[in-house]
């Protein structure tokens, strides 16, 4: 039975990333981040989501995804990031032990970041 949950899940993932590698580009899509989690200090029950941006616009929107739960509208949070220069920032805390998959979009692409394994995001309990 459990694996059959996430087995459901895994497929549900497979054809999220599928939609959107189908979507039309305005243009060539040169967002690009680098990921890392982390469990939080201050509250070992939870954890962080690190990006670290490579290429890209200046305003990116963030859609956080929880793995085994994708559906239409399952946004877990939704936030834009308005940057100019690379480096690693934080983009989501106190995330519960889980996998993660991002949805980042600019006004030229979109693409998903975390691969078809997903982010985990471990506590420290």
Same mark, same amino acid.
């Given at each position: 039975m459990i694996q059959l949950k996430y087995l459901k899940g895994l497929l549900i993932a497979v054809?999220?990333?599928?939609l959107m590698s189908l979507t039309d580009a305005k243009a060539q899509c040169k967002i690009e981040f680098e990921f890392r989690s982390e469990v939080s200090e201050k509250e070992g029950n +939870?954890? =962080?989501?690190?990006?670290?941006?490579?290429? *890209?616009?200046?305003? &990116?929107?963030?859609? $956080?995804?929880?793995?085994?739960?994708?559906?239409?509208?399952?946004?877990? +949070?939704? =936030?834009?990031?308005?940057?100019?220069?690379? *480096?690693?920032?934080? &983009?989501?805390?106190? $995330?519960?032990?889980?996998?993660?998959?991002?949805?980042?979009?600019?006004k030229n692409c979109k693409v998903t970041i975390g691969g078809i394994e997903g982010i985990v995001v471990k506590s420290s309990r």
């Open positions: 054809g999220f990333l599928s +939870t954890g =962080k989501i690190f990006l670290t941006k490579k290429a *890209g616009g200046e305003e &990116v929107t963030f859609r $956080l995804y929880e793995f085994f739960h994708i559906k239409k509208g399952a946004v877990k +949070t939704k =936030k834009t990031e308005k940057f100019s220069n690379r *480096g690693e920032f934080l &983009v989501f805390d106190n $995330l519960p032990s889980s996998r993660y998959l991002i949805l980042a979009e600019d």
